[in-house]
């Protein structure tokens, strides 16, 4: 079966929604039972997540605890070593890469770009799964590296080698390359890694855009448990390779929550811009109890 023919049966098997008149495609993407190992040390330990159809999910937990390794699982950088991961209700190791790869984009924690790579060309490798014997490159890949520069500000980049950009101007590009793949499925593995506050802000402003106008299924690695809980419409908590607890952010986020997952103390307030859970932590000094008394 050509990719092509494989395609036309993802789409058809994928879900339809007309609600807002526009008719689009939505796929999914779930893992059931997933367990992920390196070598034969098992670090997810057989969990069962879906991704809700056209929402944003946010994956949080402390260091270590398996949100990197889930994500590869789930865009099959990382292949089980038990349960499975389904696309369109099909195991994903199943169907063919470039399949794949035009209807799911992924962002690892640490992408490494090919030596000397300018920054237009790199953006321009998010179209390759759209290629192929039949089809060349053409102006809507074009009109998709054009934009992706422009929404993640790196267009006056464009001509410098990767290699030569700040930690955040790199961070932007390789964002820039996800985006212009124009996948229905997003994975990003802390997106906001080198970002200074703004461009966070930004970039959770722009995944949000795309989300709710193209209705785009996004899943986000993130550290920063404020901006997860204001721009998650689905929170995912892991923890030691499980996932502990999942929901919308203002019935998962609790005091007792994070400190379950984070074995952190803290207090939980009301966001006073978004009205989502804002968590202040309390660690051992500069607590005004601890100022006090020292
Ligand atoms: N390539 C690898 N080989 C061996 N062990 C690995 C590898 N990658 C990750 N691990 C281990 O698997 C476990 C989960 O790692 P993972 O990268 O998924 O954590 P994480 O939740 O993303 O952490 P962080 O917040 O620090 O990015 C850790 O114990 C880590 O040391
Ligand atoms: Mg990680």
Redesign the pocket.
Known sequence: MTPEGDMTTVHARAATDSSDGHPRTRHTLLAEGLRLS??R?E??HGIDLQLPPGKVTMII??????????LRGLARLLDPSGGRVLLDGRDIGTLPNREVARVLGILP?HPVAPDGITVTDLVGRGRYPHQGWFRKWNAEDDEAVARALTVTNTAELAGRPVGSLSGGQRQRVWIAMALAQRTDLLLL??PTTFLDLANQVELQDLLTDLNRRSGTTIAI?L?DLNLACRYADHLVC?KA?DIVAEGPPREVVTAETVSTVFGMRCDVLVDPVSGTPLIVPIGRHHTRDSESTS
Request: hydrophobic share 20%.
């Open positions: 390196y070598d040390k670090v997810v937990g402390p260091n270590g605890c398996g949100k990197s390794t889930t924690q593995d802390e690695v550290h892991m390779g």
